[in-house]
Protein backbone atom coordinates (compact mmCIF):
# COMPACT_ATOMS: atom_id res chain seq x y z
CA UNK A 1 0.00 0.00 0.00
CA UNK A 2 1.33 3.71 -0.27
CA UNK A 3 2.96 5.14 2.78
CA UNK A 4 0.81 6.84 5.62
CA UNK A 5 1.49 9.57 7.66
CA UNK A 6 2.49 8.74 10.93
CA UNK A 7 -0.28 11.27 12.47
CA UNK A 8 -3.07 8.82 12.94
CA UNK A 9 -0.96 5.91 13.51
CA UNK A 10 -0.04 7.51 16.56
CA UNK A 11 -2.56 8.97 17.68
CA UNK A 12 -4.52 5.43 17.30
CA UNK A 13 -1.72 4.10 19.41
CA UNK A 14 -2.58 6.39 22.41
CA UNK A 15 -5.58 5.86 22.48
CA UNK A 16 -5.91 2.44 22.92
CA UNK A 17 -2.33 2.13 24.69
CA UNK A 18 0.43 0.48 22.54
CA UNK A 19 3.27 2.08 20.78
CA UNK A 20 4.63 2.03 17.21
CA UNK A 21 8.06 1.30 16.60
CA UNK A 22 10.28 3.57 14.48
CA UNK A 23 13.09 1.50 13.34
CA UNK A 24 16.10 2.88 11.29
CA UNK A 25 16.25 2.15 7.81
CA UNK A 26 20.03 2.57 6.92
CA UNK A 27 20.38 -0.31 4.34
CA UNK A 28 18.07 -2.74 2.13
CA UNK A 29 18.78 -5.68 4.59
CA UNK A 30 17.46 -3.21 7.68
CA UNK A 31 14.45 -2.01 5.48
CA UNK A 32 13.53 -5.60 4.53
CA UNK A 33 14.00 -6.70 7.73
CA UNK A 34 11.41 -4.60 9.30
CA UNK A 35 9.28 -5.06 6.73
CA UNK A 36 8.66 -9.12 6.70
CA UNK A 37 8.69 -8.72 10.42
CA UNK A 38 6.20 -6.13 10.71
CA UNK A 39 4.26 -8.50 8.35
CA UNK A 40 4.51 -11.40 10.24
CA UNK A 41 3.30 -9.96 13.31
CA UNK A 42 0.64 -7.53 11.68
CA UNK A 43 2.01 -4.76 12.96
CA UNK A 44 1.96 -0.93 11.66
CA UNK A 45 5.69 0.36 11.39
CA UNK A 46 8.02 3.74 11.20
CA UNK A 47 10.93 3.29 9.27
CA UNK A 48 13.06 6.37 10.07
CA UNK A 49 15.38 7.58 8.10
CA UNK A 50 18.48 10.00 9.72
CA UNK A 51 20.82 12.26 8.70
CA UNK A 52 23.61 10.18 8.25
CA UNK A 53 21.25 7.16 6.69
CA UNK A 54 21.06 10.39 4.21
CA UNK A 55 24.57 10.86 3.90
CA UNK A 56 26.09 7.60 3.86
CA UNK A 57 22.79 6.37 1.31
CA UNK A 58 21.81 9.36 -0.51
CA UNK A 59 18.35 10.90 -0.17
CA UNK A 60 16.73 9.12 -3.27
CA UNK A 61 18.31 5.77 -2.47
CA UNK A 62 17.21 5.82 1.72
CA UNK A 63 13.14 7.42 0.49
CA UNK A 64 12.92 4.49 -2.57
CA UNK A 65 14.38 1.46 -0.34
CA UNK A 66 11.16 2.74 2.11
CA UNK A 67 8.36 3.55 -0.60
CA UNK A 68 9.47 0.51 -2.41
CA UNK A 69 9.00 -1.43 0.99
CA UNK A 70 5.79 0.31 1.98
CA UNK A 71 4.38 -0.55 -1.85
CA UNK A 72 5.01 -3.99 -1.25
CA UNK A 73 3.49 -4.01 2.42
CA UNK A 74 0.02 -4.56 3.28
CA UNK A 75 0.79 -3.28 6.91
CA UNK A 76 0.35 0.46 7.49
CA UNK A 77 3.60 1.92 6.74
CA UNK A 78 5.41 5.39 7.45
CA UNK A 79 8.23 6.90 5.99
CA UNK A 80 9.68 9.36 8.87
CA UNK A 81 12.76 11.82 8.75
CA UNK A 82 14.63 11.26 12.29
CA UNK A 83 16.37 14.03 13.75
CA UNK A 84 16.09 16.67 10.42
CA UNK A 85 18.63 19.00 12.10
CA UNK A 86 18.05 21.76 9.91
CA UNK A 87 14.76 23.80 7.74
CA UNK A 88 16.33 22.89 4.49
CA UNK A 89 16.87 18.90 5.47
CA UNK A 90 12.81 19.07 6.34
CA UNK A 91 12.00 20.62 3.42
CA UNK A 92 14.39 18.33 1.21
CA UNK A 93 12.42 15.22 2.86
CA UNK A 94 8.96 16.64 2.48
CA UNK A 95 9.52 16.75 -1.18
CA UNK A 96 11.59 13.69 -1.37
CA UNK A 97 8.09 11.96 0.13
CA UNK A 98 8.18 11.65 3.66
CA UNK A 99 4.85 10.79 5.53
CA UNK A 100 6.59 12.22 8.92
CA UNK A 101 9.28 15.22 9.48
CA UNK A 102 11.02 15.51 13.03
CA UNK A 103 12.68 18.76 13.18
CA UNK A 104 15.22 18.40 16.21
CA UNK A 105 15.73 21.99 17.70
CA UNK A 106 17.20 20.91 20.54
CA UNK A 107 20.38 22.53 19.99
CA UNK A 108 18.98 25.58 19.62
CA UNK A 109 17.81 28.27 22.18
CA UNK A 110 14.27 27.57 23.40
CA UNK A 111 12.75 30.49 21.41
CA UNK A 112 15.26 29.84 18.23
CA UNK A 113 13.44 26.00 18.10
CA UNK A 114 10.34 27.09 18.39
CA UNK A 115 10.52 29.79 15.67
CA UNK A 116 11.94 27.08 12.91
CA UNK A 117 9.66 24.27 13.79
CA UNK A 118 6.67 26.56 13.68
CA UNK A 119 8.11 27.37 10.11
CA UNK A 120 7.96 23.64 9.75
CA UNK A 121 4.76 22.42 10.76
CA UNK A 122 3.29 25.21 8.72
CA UNK A 123 4.92 24.07 5.64
CA UNK A 124 4.28 20.33 6.35
CA UNK A 125 0.95 20.54 7.35
CA UNK A 126 -0.32 22.31 4.64
CA UNK A 127 -0.15 19.19 2.42
CA UNK A 128 -0.81 16.69 5.64
CA UNK A 129 2.32 15.85 6.90
CA UNK A 130 3.00 16.25 10.66
CA UNK A 131 5.93 16.79 12.68
CA UNK A 132 7.85 15.56 15.44
CA UNK A 133 9.89 17.93 17.33
CA UNK A 134 12.42 17.71 20.38
CA UNK A 135 12.39 19.20 23.72
CA UNK A 136 15.22 19.29 26.35
CA UNK A 137 18.28 17.24 25.19
CA UNK A 138 18.24 13.35 24.56
CA UNK A 139 21.76 12.97 24.98
CA UNK A 140 24.22 10.63 23.17
CA UNK A 141 26.29 8.41 24.87
CA UNK A 142 29.69 9.69 23.90
CA UNK A 143 28.64 12.88 25.98
CA UNK A 144 29.72 10.65 28.89
CA UNK A 145 26.92 13.00 31.09
CA UNK A 146 26.70 11.76 34.81
CA UNK A 147 23.03 10.52 36.08
CA UNK A 148 22.65 13.95 37.20
CA UNK A 149 23.73 15.92 34.10
CA UNK A 150 20.86 13.52 31.98
CA UNK A 151 18.36 15.26 34.26
CA UNK A 152 19.53 18.02 33.87
CA UNK A 153 18.76 17.63 30.21
CA UNK A 154 15.02 16.49 30.69
CA UNK A 155 12.08 18.16 29.13
CA UNK A 156 10.61 20.88 31.31
CA UNK A 157 6.98 20.50 31.45
CA UNK A 158 5.76 23.80 31.93
CA UNK A 159 8.02 24.31 28.88
CA UNK A 160 6.78 21.61 27.09
CA UNK A 161 3.41 23.10 26.99
CA UNK A 162 4.14 26.49 25.66
CA UNK A 163 6.07 25.05 23.17
CA UNK A 164 3.28 22.71 21.87
CA UNK A 165 1.37 25.83 21.83
CA UNK A 166 3.99 27.84 19.79
CA UNK A 167 5.00 25.36 17.18
CA UNK A 168 1.82 23.16 16.56
CA UNK A 169 3.70 20.33 16.68
CA UNK A 170 2.13 17.11 16.35
CA UNK A 171 4.76 14.38 18.59
CA UNK A 172 7.13 15.36 21.03
CA UNK A 173 10.40 14.07 21.94
CA UNK A 174 10.73 14.97 25.56
CA UNK A 175 13.82 14.12 26.71
CA UNK A 176 12.75 11.73 29.91
CA UNK A 177 16.37 10.26 30.56
CA UNK A 178 17.27 7.83 27.92
CA UNK A 179 20.37 8.30 26.31
CA UNK A 180 21.36 8.13 22.51
CA UNK A 181 23.57 4.94 21.29
CA UNK A 182 23.57 2.70 24.91
CA UNK A 183 25.18 -1.06 24.09
CA UNK A 184 22.94 -2.09 27.03
CA UNK A 185 19.43 -1.72 28.49
CA UNK A 186 20.13 -0.80 31.94
CA UNK A 187 19.03 2.80 31.57
CA UNK A 188 15.32 3.81 33.67
CA UNK A 189 12.66 6.57 32.92
CA UNK A 190 11.36 9.24 35.02
CA UNK A 191 8.01 8.78 34.66
CA UNK A 192 6.75 11.14 36.38
CA UNK A 193 8.56 13.55 33.90
CA UNK A 194 6.46 12.24 31.51
CA UNK A 195 3.23 12.37 33.41
CA UNK A 196 3.47 15.73 33.52
CA UNK A 197 4.44 16.43 30.09
CA UNK A 198 1.89 14.47 28.84
CA UNK A 199 -0.56 15.69 31.02
CA UNK A 200 -0.03 19.44 29.95
CA UNK A 201 0.33 18.77 25.89
CA UNK A 202 -2.13 15.96 25.20
CA UNK A 203 0.43 14.93 22.49
CA UNK A 204 1.76 11.40 21.37
CA UNK A 205 5.07 11.34 23.17
CA UNK A 206 8.10 9.70 21.63
CA UNK A 207 10.89 7.74 23.15
CA UNK A 208 14.38 8.28 21.66
CA UNK A 209 17.22 6.04 22.50
CA UNK A 210 15.11 2.68 23.41
CA UNK A 211 18.04 0.78 23.22
CA UNK A 212 19.28 1.77 26.25
CA UNK A 213 15.95 1.71 28.01
CA UNK A 214 15.30 -1.01 30.58
CA UNK A 215 12.69 -2.98 28.88
CA UNK A 216 10.25 -4.92 31.94
CA UNK A 217 10.20 -4.86 35.50
CA UNK A 218 11.44 -8.23 35.69
CA UNK A 219 14.18 -7.12 33.16
CA UNK A 220 14.97 -3.71 35.93
CA UNK A 221 15.26 -6.34 38.95
CA UNK A 222 17.29 -8.79 37.04
CA UNK A 223 19.97 -5.66 36.30
CA UNK A 224 19.54 -5.17 39.80
CA UNK A 225 18.40 -1.46 38.68
CA UNK A 226 16.32 0.55 41.28
CA UNK A 227 13.16 2.19 40.05
CA UNK A 228 11.69 5.56 41.06
CA UNK A 229 8.02 4.56 42.48
CA UNK A 230 8.48 0.93 40.89
CA UNK A 231 8.43 2.40 37.74
CA UNK A 232 10.93 3.60 34.36
CA UNK A 233 10.82 1.27 32.20
CA UNK A 234 9.25 1.10 28.33
CA UNK A 235 6.49 -1.04 29.43
CA UNK A 236 6.21 1.88 32.04
CA UNK A 237 6.06 4.70 29.75
CA UNK A 238 3.84 3.28 26.83
CA UNK A 239 1.58 3.09 29.85
CA UNK A 240 1.81 6.48 30.82
CA UNK A 241 1.55 7.58 27.05
CA UNK A 242 4.41 7.09 25.10
CA UNK A 243 2.87 6.33 21.45
CA UNK A 244 6.22 5.96 19.56
CA UNK A 245 9.32 4.29 20.08
CA UNK A 246 12.31 4.33 18.43
CA UNK A 247 15.07 1.75 17.87
CA UNK A 248 18.55 2.12 16.42
CA UNK A 249 21.33 1.10 17.98
CA UNK A 250 20.18 -2.78 19.17
CA UNK A 251 19.00 -3.31 14.81
CA UNK A 252 22.87 -2.32 14.23
CA UNK A 253 24.31 -4.42 16.76
CA UNK A 254 22.15 -7.25 15.49
CA UNK A 255 23.41 -6.76 12.15
CA UNK A 256 26.76 -6.80 12.85
CA UNK A 257 26.39 -10.25 15.43
CA UNK A 258 24.85 -11.69 12.83
CA UNK A 259 26.99 -11.20 10.03
CA UNK A 260 30.04 -11.86 12.73
CA UNK A 261 28.91 -15.41 13.02
CA UNK A 262 28.52 -16.01 9.92
CA UNK A 263 31.79 -15.25 9.25
CA UNK A 264 33.45 -17.34 11.99
CA UNK A 265 31.19 -20.19 10.92
CA UNK A 266 32.57 -19.76 7.38
CA UNK A 267 35.90 -18.41 7.26
CA UNK A 268 36.36 -19.27 3.56
CA UNK A 269 32.95 -17.86 2.17
CA UNK A 270 33.21 -15.83 -0.76
CA UNK A 271 29.13 -15.21 -1.36
CA UNK A 272 28.84 -11.56 0.16
CA UNK A 273 24.81 -12.69 0.44
CA UNK A 274 25.58 -15.61 2.75
CA UNK A 275 27.17 -13.13 5.27
CA UNK A 276 24.50 -10.34 4.57
CA UNK A 277 21.18 -12.84 5.08
CA UNK A 278 22.12 -13.82 9.00
CA UNK A 279 23.35 -9.85 9.87
CA UNK A 280 19.00 -9.00 8.32
CA UNK A 281 17.93 -12.41 10.34
CA UNK A 282 19.36 -11.01 13.16
CA UNK A 283 17.92 -7.72 13.09
CA UNK A 284 14.53 -9.58 12.32
CA UNK A 285 14.67 -11.08 15.52
CA UNK A 286 15.38 -7.82 18.20
CA UNK A 287 12.55 -6.29 15.57
CA UNK A 288 10.11 -8.96 16.90
CA UNK A 289 10.97 -8.30 20.20
CA UNK A 290 10.26 -5.07 20.31
CA UNK A 291 6.95 -4.89 18.17
CA UNK A 292 5.44 -7.56 20.76
CA UNK A 293 7.06 -5.59 23.61
CA UNK A 294 5.25 -2.23 22.47
CA UNK A 295 1.83 -4.20 21.70
CA UNK A 296 1.46 -3.29 18.25
CA UNK A 297 1.11 -6.78 16.84
CA UNK A 298 -1.82 -7.65 15.08
CA UNK A 299 -2.73 -3.93 14.85
CA UNK A 300 -2.26 -3.68 11.14
CA UNK A 301 -5.44 -4.77 10.30
CA UNK A 302 -7.95 -2.74 11.54
CA UNK A 303 -5.96 -0.29 9.41
CA UNK A 304 -7.18 3.00 11.21
CA UNK A 305 -3.89 4.41 9.90
CA UNK A 306 -5.32 6.02 6.51
CA UNK A 307 -9.05 6.56 7.56
CA UNK A 308 -8.21 10.18 8.79
CA UNK A 309 -6.20 10.62 5.30
CA UNK A 310 -7.79 12.81 3.01
CA UNK A 311 -7.41 10.74 -0.68
CA UNK A 312 -5.69 13.60 -2.24
CA UNK A 313 -3.06 14.14 -0.01
CA UNK A 314 -2.51 9.99 -0.51
CA UNK A 315 -2.37 10.61 -4.18
CA UNK A 316 0.53 13.51 -3.49
CA UNK A 317 2.93 10.14 -2.05
CA UNK A 318 2.14 7.84 -4.68
ZN1 LIG B 1 16.85 9.97 18.64
Redesign the pocket.
Known amino acids: MPLVTSKELLQRAQAEGFAIGAFNANNMECVQAVIETAEEEQSPVILQVSQGAIAYAGLEFASMLVKTAAELATVPVVLHL??GTDFLQNVRCLRAGFTSLMFDGSALRLDDNIKTTRKITEIAHSIGIPVEAELGK?PKIEDNLTPEQVEDLMADPEQAEKFIEGTECDSL?AAIGSV?GMKESIQPLNIERLDDIRRRTGVPIVL??ASGVLCTREDASAKQVKLANHEGTIEDAIKHGVSKI?V?TELSMAFLRGMKEAFAERPNEKDMRKVLLPGKNAVKEVVRYYIRLFGSNGKAAKNGAVSGIQASEIKYHE
Open positions: DHIAHHGNA
